[in-house]
């Protein structure tokens, strides 16, 4: 049937814009999208324009407080946290990415926390890849329980008018904590100790991986800039705002019924995607003109480069996807009603499996979310589904888990003979899956 020959294409616009890393998922998803629309003559979905301009949005922001130091002093406060219970660092380690990202609404946050905890694991002879894996895992969870992240912000533009943004973060909030609490239960004796592990060992006789082993790396730090803590200030209550505007929609303007474009639904309420990008975009002028960072700053923050590779990928690999959905959605629909109608979690394997592939929450919430309604499932279903977008940890090519892997030196946390027993499977595997099966039992009783 055509419909295979459609989905090689999109699965090699995948597997090779993977390989290509960086903006290479959204040029190769325009290229297959090239090949749909000339060769299959398939008529293009509208493009991810929302969730594109909320990941600007955010990232703006949060390069914004990054460019300030703002980031420099949370990354500070979480040292402190993290050295004060060594002994603890498994449970601290996730506990303290799941906040980060929590906040600011992307995992690339993270990147300075995880040397931290590398170090602190290795210093009390703790295996590293217990606070490692469990705390990148978390980092992904909590993008599905942020106000501000672009996957929030895709299943809330999807479900507009059916769910409030307060009653998905009532459900996902809990249910993606217990899930990172059950990551780190099997994560509390994962591997050898130190003491036994014979790769750890073998290395220690090297004296100059002793000696690096056991300095101390705590460098002198230098001082915050002036306008560090202000610019944290007002980024969390630019959080605030956004999640009051949505536990209380009645706060917004109305216009009355009428013709809808992206800021205004049919009637006549702004979308809260829209509110998303004003606060955050408003709360980054404030921190440039009272914290005194300048454009130019904002524009070199290394968020703000990841941010842009963020947009170009769900750009291309999204509108592609978006495309097979809409042109096979009746086959599609056949094909799985009945399993679906029967059993509505099963849809969660279906996002769990396209979230491998995609690398993205927000891509796969976009893709395939809508599909999900039309196939007749409730929206509290939907929300308690939403954290199986997160199996972006399967493959290790994600950013995240490539730099936790680097920053072990020890060589605890690593990719395994067969590319997917790695570190991160056992922990992403539980995590994800006590998320959704919480998330059933919360929207069962909120609902």
């Known amino acids: 049937m055509i419909i295979w020959l459609q989905f090689a294409v999109l699965l090699a616009a995948i597997l090779v814009g993977a390989r290509m890393k960086g903006i290479g998922l959204g ?12 060769l299959f003559r398939m008529r293009p979905a509208d493009p991810p324009i929302d969730v594109m301009l ?7 922001t949060a390069a914004t407080l990054q460019a300030a130091g703002g980031m420099d002093y949370l990354v500070r406060l979480a040292e402190k946290i993290l050295r004060s219970k060594p002994a603890l660092i498994v449970l601290l380690g996730p506990l303290v990415t799941y906040m980060f990202t929590l906040f600011a609404g992307t995992a690339h946050i993270t990147y300075s926390l995880l040397p931290i905890i590398a170090e602190v694991s290795t210093k009390k002879r703790i295996r590293p890849e217990r606070a490692l894996s469990i705390s990148v895992i978390a980092s992904h969870l909590a993008i599905t329980a942020s106000p501000i992240s672009a996957a929030t912000a895709a299943i809330l533009t999807i479900l507009s008018g059916k769910v409030e943004l307060l009653e998905i973060l009532k459900v996902c909030i809990p249910a993606t904590l217990v899930g990172t609490l059950a990551g780190v239960a099997v994560c509390w004796k994962q ?38 803590k202000t610019s944290v200030l007002i980024f969390g209550l630019a959080v605030l705002l956004i999640v009051l505007v949505g536990a209380f929609p009645d706060m917004l303007p109305s216009f009355g019924e009428g013709l809808s474009n992206l800021a205004v639904d049919a009637a006549g309420r702004i979308k809260m995607s829209a509110i998303i990008e004003l606060v955050m975009l408003a709360a980054a002028a404030a ?47 056949h094909t799985l009603g009945d ?25 796969t919430t976009k893709a395939l979310m809508p599909l999900g309604l039309s196939l007749g499932i409730i929206p509290p279903h939907l929300v308690a589904m939403f954290p199986a977008v997160n199996g972006d940890f399967v493959l290790p090519g994600y950013p995240t888990l490539l730099a936790a ?13 067969y590319l997917v027993n790695h570190s991160f499977m056992i922990p992403g595997l539980v995590s994800v899956s006590v998320s959704v099966a919480v998330g059933f039992l919360l929207a069962g009783i909120l609902w």
């Open 287 to 333: 921190i440039m003109l009272l914290c005194k960072t300048s454009a130019a700053s904002v524009a070199k923050a290394s968020l703000f480069t990841s941010g842009a590779q963020a947009v170009v990928s769900i750009f291309g690999v999204v509108w592609m996807s978006a495309t097979f959905m809409q042109t096979n959605t009746a086959v599609i629909e």
């Open 27 to 38: 040029v190769m998803g325009m290229v297959a999208l090239a090949i749909y629309i000339f």
């Open 54 to 60: 909320i990941i600007l949005a955010v990232v703006t």
């Open 191 to 228: 591997g050898k100790d130190l003491d036994k592990d014979p790769l750890f060992l073998e290395k220690m006789k090297d004296p100059e991986f002793a000696k690096s082993i056991n300095a101390d790396t705590e460098a002198a730090q230098a001082p915050l800039q002036p306008g560090a």
């Open 405 to 417: 892997i680097n920053f072990d030196r020890t060589g605890s946390t690593h990719i395994g003979k």
């Open 339 to 363: 399993m679906v109608r029967s059993a509505p979690w099963t849809f969660a394997i279906a996002l769990f499996l396209l979230s491998i592939l995609l690398f993205s929450q927000a891509a």
